[in-house]
C-alpha cells in the first residue's frame, strides 16, 4: 500500500450525546472519543464518507503531514515566558 | 509506518532559530518567518503563523472617556529581516512619555498565566518552578501589557476562532461564456491563505487558538526577578472512602511553591536619552545582553502563541525596535 500524501486533520467540535447510536459509533470508529480531540486520518473515500456523516460535529482540514500524539502535546506545551539570566553565585557580566 | 520520515523530517531541519541567547529552550518550537509556499511547509513542531498587529499606546483618562484612535497596523514584511520594521505612529511618538512617566507596571505571562507585577513585588507563583535555586535571576521575556499611570502599551490580539477556514470562493474563468461570474469553493492549500498575502499556520487547532494572548515585542522592555526560595502549603488529608465502607484511605499534600522578587521593570526601545537616564537611575545595573550603542539588529519574531490564531484580517506582529544612531 502506498504511503498517502494527504491527511484529514478531523478535530471533534461537538458532542454527540443525545444523537443516534450510529453517529456515536462513526466518531468512535474515526477515533474521536472526547471533545476538542484531534485524529489525523488519510484522504480516502472511506474516511471521506465517515467524515460526511458527522460533518455537523467536527472540523476538517486538509495538511500533508500527520502529526503524532507527542508532536500534538508538544505543540500544546506553552511557552515558559522567562529564562535565567544569572545563577546563583555566577560572576556578573562585565564586572 | 511515518515514524522514519517523521523523525528524518524533524532532525534535517534546515528552518535557521532565532538566537539561542535570547530564548529558552521551548523555542525550538518557533521559527523565524521567511516567505513560504505550499511545499516548503516546516515541520509541524516548528511555527510557521505569523501575524500583524499594531502595538498601539492608549491614553487612560481617569474622568474623560475619549481614547485617543488605535493607530494604523504596521505592514507586514514577512521575509525580508534587513529592512527595519515601522512602528505605529501613536507608539513612535508616545514611547518615550511612556519611559519617562515611572514608575511602571507589566503583566507578565509565565507558562501563559498573566501576573501584574511592577519593580519590588514579591510573586508567590502557584507552582514549583524546577532547576533554579534562590538567588537565580530571571528574565521575564513575556509580557501583553506594559503601561504607567496614564499610558499603556499592549499588543493587538489576534481574534480566535473554533473553526478552520476550509472554505475560500475564487473566481473562476467559465470556459463556455468567458464570463467571470461563476464561483467555485475550493479548499486553501496549507500554508498558503486565501488571501495569498498572509501565511497560515500549517496545523490550525480551534481549541489552541482560543486562549492565546498576543505578546510585545521583548525588545521594548526589561523585566527581571530573581528566585527567593520555596514555600510550602499547610499539610493537607484528604481523606478517601465510600459510603458503608470502613477502609478510609489518607492522602498527604504539601505542594510547594516558588517566591519570586521582581527587580527591575523598565523600557527599551527608541525612548529619549533623558528619560532613559531617569529610567537607569532607578534600576539595578544591567545585568541582561549588553546592547551596543547606535546598531539593533532586525528581525520579525514569530511565537508559539501565535501559531494558532485565526488566518485573517488580523495577525499580531511582534516586531522589533528599529534604533537609529
Given at each position: 500500500?502506498?504511503?498517502?500524501?494527504?491527511?484529514?486533520?478531523?478535530?471533534?467540535?461537538?458532542?454527540?450525546?443525545?444523537?443516534?447510536?450510529?453517529?456515536?459509533?462513526?466518531?468512535?470508529?474515526?477515533?474521536?472519543?472526547?471533545?476538542?480531540?484531534?485524529?489525523?486520518?488519510?484522504?480516502?473515500?472511506?474516511?471521506?464518507?465517515?467524515?460526511?456523516?458527522?460533518?455537523?460535529?467536527?472540523?476538517?482540514?486538509?495538511?500533508?503531514?500527520?502529526?503524532?500524539?507527542?508532536?500534538?502535546?508538544?505543540?500544546?506545551?506553552?511557552?515558559?515566558?522567562?529564562?535565567?539570566?544569572?545563577?546563583?553565585?555566577?560572576?556578573?557580566?562585565?564586572? | 509506518?511515518?515514524?522514519?520520515?517523521?523523525?528524518?523530517?524533524?532532525?534535517?531541519?534546515?528552518?535557521?532559530?532565532?538566537?539561542?541567547?535570547?530564548?529558552?529552550?521551548?523555542?525550538?518550537?518557533?521559527?523565524?518567518?521567511?516567505?513560504?509556499?505550499?511545499?516548503?511547509?516546516?515541520?509541524?513542531?516548528?511555527?510557521?503563523?505569523q501575524h500583524v498587529s499594531p502595538?498601539?499606546?492608549?491614553?487612560?483618562?481617569?474622568?474623560?472617556?475619549?481614547?485617543?484612535?488605535?493607530?494604523a497596523a504596521?505592514t507586514l514584511?514577512?521575509?525580508?529581516?534587513?529592512?527595519?520594521?515601522?512602528?505605529?505612529?501613536?507608539?513612535?511618538?508616545?514611547?518615550?512619555?511612556?519611559?519617562?512617566?515611572?514608575?511602571?507596571?507589566?503583566?507578565?505571562?509565565?507558562?501563559?498565566?498573566?501576573?501584574?507585577?511592577?519593580?519590588?513585588?514579591?510573586?508567590?507563583?502557584?507552582?514549583?518552578?524546577?532547576?533554579?535555586?534562590?538567588?537565580?535571576?530571571?528574565?521575564?521575556?513575556?509580557?501583553?501589557?506594559?503601561?504607567?499611570?496614564?499610558?499603556?502599551?499592549?499588543?493587538a490580539a489576534a481574534t480566535?476562532a473554533?473553526?478552520?477556514p476550509?472554505?475560500?470562493?475564487?473566481?473562476?474563468?467559465?470556459?463556455?461564456?468567458?464570463?467571470?461570474?461563476?464561483?467555485?469553493?475550493?479548499?486553501?492549500?496549507?500554508?498558503?491563505s486565501s488571501s495569498g498575502s498572509k501565511?497560515m499556520?500549517?496545523?490550525?487547532?480551534?481549541?489552541?487558538?482560543?486562549?492565546?494572548?498576543?505578546?510585545?515585542?521583548?525588545?521594548?522592555?526589561?523585566?527581571?526577578?530573581?528566585?527567593?526560595?520555596?514555600?510550602?502549603?499547610?499539610?493537607?488529608?484528604?481523606?478517601?472512602?465510600?459510603?458503608?465502607?470502613?477502609?478510609?484511605?489518607?492522602?498527604?499534600?504539601?505542594?510547594?511553591?516558588?517566591?519570586?522578587?521582581?527587580?527591575?521593570?523598565?523600557?527599551?526601545?527608541?525612548?529619549?536619552?533623558?528619560?532613559?537616564?531617569?529610567?537607569?537611575?532607578?534600576?539595578?545595573?544591567?545585568?541582561?545582553?549588553?546592547?551596543?550603542?547606535?546598531?539593533?539588529?532586525?528581525?520579525?519574531?514569530?511565537?508559539?502563541?501565535?501559531?494558532?490564531a485565526m488566518p485573517g484580517p488580523s495577525y499580531a506582529l511582534?516586531?522589533?525596535?528599529?534604533?537609529?544612531?
Amino acid at each position: 500500500m502506498s504511503t498517502p500524501t494527504r491527511f484529514f486533520r478531523i478535530t471533534l467540535l461537538r458532542s454527540a450525546i443525545g444523537l443516534p447510536t450510529r453517529t456515536s459509533g462513526v466518531l468512535k470508529a474515526l477515533g474521536l472519543h472526547r471533545r476538542l480531540k484531534t485524529v489525523y486520518h488519510p484522504v480516502t473515500q472511506d474516511v471521506a464518507g465517515q467524515v460526511f456523516a458527522v460533518k455537523e460535529l467536527v472540523d476538517v482540514q486538509e495538511v500533508d503531514r500527520a502529526l503524532s500524539d507527542k508532536e500534538m502535546k508538544q505543540l500544546r506545551q506553552p511557552d515558559s515566558g522567562f529564562y535565567v539570566e544569572r545563577r546563583a553565585g555566577e560572576r556578573v557580566m562585565g564586572s | 509506518m511515518l515514524s522514519r520520515n517523521v523523525k528524518r523530517a524533524l532532525l534535517e531541519s534546515r528552518w535557521p532559530l532565532p538566537p539561542t541567547f535570547l530564548l529558552p529552550w521551548a523555542a525550538t518550537l518557533t521559527t523565524v518567518s521567511h516567505a513560504t509556499e505550499a511545499s516548503n511547509i516546516p515541520p509541524p513542531l516548528v511555527n510557521a503563523g505569523q501575524h500583524v498587529s499594531p502595538e498601539r499606546l492608549e491614553r487612560r483618562h481617569d474622568q474623560t472617556s475619549s481614547n485617543t484612535p488605535p493607530a494604523a497596523a504596521p505592514t507586514l514584511q514577512p521575509a525580508n529581516t534587513s529592512t527595519p520594521p515601522a512602528l505605529s505612529e501613536s507608539v513612535r511618538t508616545l514611547l518615550p512619555v511612556l519611559a519617562a512617566q515611572g514608575p511602571h507596571y507589566i503583566t507578565a505571562h509565565l507558562y501563559d498565566r498573566p501576573y501584574l507585577l511592577t519593580a519590588g513585588d514579591t510573586v508567590r507563583l502557584p507552582f514549583h518552578m524546577k532547576n533554579v535555586e534562590p538567588g537565580d535571576v530571571l528574565r521575564l521575556n513575556r509580557a501583553s501589557v506594559l503601561g504607567s499611570r496614564e499610558y499603556t502599551l499592549k499588543a493587538a490580539a489576534a481574534t480566535p476562532a473554533l473553526k478552520s477556514p476550509s472554505m475560500s470562493s475564487s473566481l473562476v474563468l467559465d470556459e463556455t461564456t468567458g464570463s467571470l461570474e461563476s464561483h467555485s469553493m475550493v479548499m486553501p492549500e496549507p500554508g498558503v491563505s486565501s488571501s495569498g498575502s498572509k501565511i497560515m499556520p500549517p496545523h490550525f487547532v480551534p481549541h489552541i487558538a482560543a486562549g492565546k494572548v498576543s505578546y510585545l515585542d521583548e525588545r521594548l522592555f526589561v523585566c527581571r526577578a530573581v528566585i527567593m526560595g520555596v514555600e510550602s502549603e499547610p499539610l493537607r488529608v484528604k481523606e478517601k472512602t465510600k459510603r458503608r465502607q470502613r477502609k478510609i484511605k489518607k492522602v498527604k499534600s504539601k505542594h510547594r511553591y516558588t517566591i519570586l522578587r521582581v527587580k527591575e521593570v523598565r523600557l527599551r526601545g527608541p525612548v529619549s536619552a533623558a528619560a532613559r537616564e531617569m529610567q537607569s537611575g532607578l534600576a539595578h545595573k544591567d545585568y541582561g545582553i549588553p546592547s551596543p550603542p547606535g546598531h539593533w539588529s532586525c528581525a520579525v519574531r514569530v511565537s508559539l502563541s501565535h501559531i494558532f490564531a485565526m488566518p485573517g484580517p488580523s495577525y499580531a506582529l511582534k516586531i522589533f525596535v528599529m534604533r537609529t544612531s
